[in-house]
């Protein structure tokens, strides 16, 4: 009995070994700005649990870039040697690795989450960046209106920590332009009122983050995937729609990405709007649609917990790849757990041998007992 969720997918020179890919998750626990041990021991576990593809969170390419002082970063060749101790970690334990690139944009100097996400004070020298003057959330950093000197100051970061990504044995990058970070907030009329080149029309809305992904698919190996994560709308029926993620995914296309991951939201809406409501698998129509519209392999992500489900969304072809986050923290094992709960005893095999031997027979000793 097989799975289609357990079927390999190859895109460019890399072949993933089933659909089931960890989500990139901050964690904000890099007081250095590089992978530690804890990291090691977070990221490695998934890759035993039979994952076919594990994400490194969220890594900023500059040090403005961090949403918080604890967040990972690429610009320096101390957290490129890191980067690769922890990339060869998790080879050995069986996955290959993705990388998710980002800059925080407007959402950047702010504390961690379970202390608030509030605002905490700007060092000296540094400066919040933004498509305009107007802050993430009420009582946020009013950000400084990015000058084309700052957006080339940025694409070279981008560039730069691309290669650093390769020089550290990364298999995929994904270029993070979703939930409101710098990307996203020049994508969304929510946010960008500029009246020049980058703002207005949909084409100037999507200037900047376009120059940004062809100076990465510039510098990244011809033979290695590129993945954009997007919001695919912003809300219902305001802002970025799924008409504005058609237009964009088809550029993105052309200039040789080769994987979307289908989120949304990350806007602070006005009063009386409403993001999507959330439930089992609620942005999978948005991977569906992307998919069929553009021709291009998605990721779906969202309250994706049951393997049968994650098996409807491969096999009805809703997408190519399905996405776990918060479910991979309960349960590190998921993916193979997932192989016994679709195709039975013979899904041991798909545990690492030193698990799966004892586990089958486990499984077949307590079957002969019953």
Known sequence: MGAALFEPLTLRGLTVRNRIVVSPMQTYSAPDAEPTAWHTAHLTRFALGGAGLVMVEATAVTPDGRSTDQDLGLWSDQQTDALAALVGDMHECGAPVGLQLQHAGRKAFTS????????????????????DTRPASEGGHSPHPMTQA???????????????????????????????????????????????????????LMRFPMHVVEAVRSVWPSDKPLACRISSVDGVGIGWSIED????????????VDLIDCSSGGM?????????????????????????????ATMAVGLITD????????????????????????????????????????????WPRPFGWWLDRRSRSSHIAG
């Open 268 to 296: 602070v809406l006005p009063k009386k709007e409403m993001l999507l409501p959330r439930r089992a698998g609620f942005q999978v129509p948005f991977a569906a649609d992307l998919r069929r519209s553009a021709g291009i």
């Open 307 to 350: 393997p049968r489900h994650a098996e409807e969304i491969i096999v009805e072809g809703q997408a190519d790849l399905v996405a776990l986050g918060r479910q991979m923290l309960a349960d590190p094992n998921w993916a193979v757990g997932a192989a016994t709960a679709l195709m039975g005893q013979s899904g041991y095999a798909r």
């Open 245 to 256: 993620s058609r237009a964009l995914v088809a550029r993105l296309k052309q200039a040789g």
């Open 112 to 131: 961690p989450p379970w202390h608030g996400f509030s605002s905490v004070a700007i060092p000296a020298g540094e400066k919040v960046l933004g498509p």
């Open 150 to 204: 700052d957006m080339d100051r940025l694409i070279s970061a981008y560039r730069d920590a691309a290669l650093r990504a390769n020089k550290a044995g990364v298999d995929l990058i994904e270029i993070h332009m979703a939930h409101g970070y710098l990307l996203h907030s020049f994508l969304s009329p929510l946010s960008n009122g500029r009246d020049d080149a980058y703002g207005g029309s949909l084409k100037g």
